[in-house]
Nanobody, 120 residues
Framework: QVQLVESGGGLVQSGGSLRLSCAAS????????MGWYRQAPGKQRELVAR???????DYADSVKGRFTISRDNAKNTVSLQMNSLNPDDTAVYCC??????????????WGQGTQVTVSS
């Protein structure tokens, strides 16, 4: 089984910064892609950013220029540096990864989520 554990959420004022981190553990062959989704109350879940094992990165238009995703393949971790936060960024942020198992099956796993609240 695979576990994803997030850390780093919290309350910040508008214009501030937060850094989210996620560590993967368990038994697997490799991690194809890791990233972050978020969901605000009453809104659909949104892909915030993702990074492949080769370093290809995608961002949601709403966070481009403000958020930076990074990954440490050796440590199986992914981080999200969030700058210039605004109240629209308030949401539960979930770490996600597409894992290749030891039998070469491919499955998605999710963390529990961490709350990010930006006050105006």
């Amino acid at each position: 089984q695979v576990q994803l554990v997030e850390s780093g959420g919290g309350l910040v004022q508008s214009g501030g910064s937060l850094r989210l981190s996620c560590a993967a553990s368990g038994t697997f062959f490799s991690i194809y892609v890791m990233g972050w989704y978020r969901q605000a109350p009453g809104k659909q879940r949104e892909l915030v950013a993702r990074i492949s094992s080769s370093g290809t990165i995608d961002y949601a238009d709403s966070v481009k220029g403000r958020f930076t995703i990074s990954r440490d393949n050796a440590k199986n971790t992914v981080s999200l540096q969030m700058n210039s936060l605004n109240p629209d960024d308030t949401a539960v942020y979930c770490c996600w990864g597409t894992f290749v198992s030891t039998t070469r099956s491919v499955n998605d796993y999710w963390g529990q989520g961490t709350q990010v609240t930006v006050s105006s």
